[in-house]
């Protein structure tokens, strides 16, 4: 794919670290090829024949990225609120993704869904879609199309679903070979292996599933340790596993040489944590998810604390809203909340903490993706404040946080991957 280079201008912040909020005001990026080449107070001579973006006095950060959505939920998002994760699945979930066989239903709901991520500033997305291979391939040509550098997963299923939403374990994986194959005719979205989550996988499809990977060198995402209720069926399910995190880890779908992330982590015990570590895993941290369904709050601060890989999740349709802006600020009143009714000797996120997991924290899934540094993908959203009038004079950091919590989360332009979307 060619990439263009260009030069823009604005007011860029992105976060090298965790605790760095990096404010360059006024400044030019050169997206050169498709990457950051240098930021620069002023415009070197070589650069002015460059075409010039001016977005004159806006904010301009590095695009979002979301480590966990289902696309295949967005049309029943705001609804089961009020129901725990096992039931929520039974009485909602797995009866819209029935619906997904239905070529005419599946191209309606991704039309949706892919409107709204292309308007939103998320600019990558691991994705879930539905068992059905052919809604899935409709779903990746759309946001090809769209032009977002996704990675969108085949959902897997052969146990504990209902009929219309099980396969045999033969034909999940024989069906999953030929996705992967017609998957080779995009460029810019990305097959990613999805086994639902354990409890819906038996050990032979996780066994095939493992093969696969092993065999075309794929990512894989998946569930992990959210609620309790799940993590004691996991452990039914698998007695021989020490944690849930170990049932797949034994086939080979738990990081090492399979780039993996797994949303939510809510409960995982110091073992599990340990293993994360050593295997590299990604951790899909989804806030609002785990408020609606009551599966409690993750110790992100301490992840972080630790050194594990961590990044934000919409979790649409467990989270009712598809904003990593919201993501973020759910984040940071989560971790309030852990700290103050559970560990006082956890500090809550901090607004720098909760951008750079929505920016280079999820973004390193993807490679070098998240930041303005030099030699990253430039992926970028522009906002403009100006719709949020007030007569105080404000710093940059000011008007990040204001955009972060009370913004609609709608950028005016919008870069993925070295080209302008819009």
Known sequence: ????????????????????????????????????????????????????????????????????????????????????????????????????????????????????????????????????????????????????????????????????????????????????????????????????????CSDELMAGLGQLQREFGLPAQSHLSENLSEIQWVADLCPGTSSYGQAYDQFGLFGGDCPTVMAHGVWSSPAEQKLMGERGVFLAHCPQSNENLSSGIAPVKDYLRQGLRVGLGSDVAGGAHLSLFRAMTDAIQCSKLRWRLVDETIPPLTLPEALYLATKGGGAFFGKVGSFEPGYEFDAVVLDDSTLPTPRELTLAQRLERVVYLSDGLPCAKYAAGRRLF
């Open 1 to 200: 794919m060619l990439h263009d280079t260009f030069v823009l201008k604005g007011n860029f912040l992105f976060t090298p670290t965790p605790d760095q909020l990096a404010l360059h005001p006024d400044s030019y990026l050169l997206c050169k090829e498709g990457r950051t080449a240098g930021l620069f107070p002023q415009l070197p001579e070589a650069y002015r024949d460059l075409p010039l973006h001016d977005h004159g006095d806006k904010l301009i950060l590095p695009g979002l990225v979301d480590l966990h959505v289902h696309a295949s939920q967005y049309a029943f998002r705001g609804m089961g609120m009020d129901l725990e994760l096992l039931d929520w699945l039974e009485s909602n979930t797995f009866p819209e993704e029935g619906k997904f066989a239905d070529p005419v239903y599946a191209q309606a709901a991704y039309e949706i869904f892919v409107r709204d991520l292309t308007r939103s500033a998320t600019t990558r997305a691991c994705v879930f879609a539905t068992i059905h291979r052919p809604a899935t391939l409709v779903l990746m040509r759309m946001l090809e199309e769209a032009g977002l550098p996704c990675l969108v997963g085949k959902v897997n299923m052969d146990r504990n679903s209902p009929d219309f939403l099980r396969e045999t374990t033969q034909a999940s994986l024989e069906e999953t070979r030929q996705w992967l194959a017609e998957s080779a005719a995009f460029s810019l979205v990305r097959p990613i292996l999805t086994p639902r989550f354990i409890p819906s």
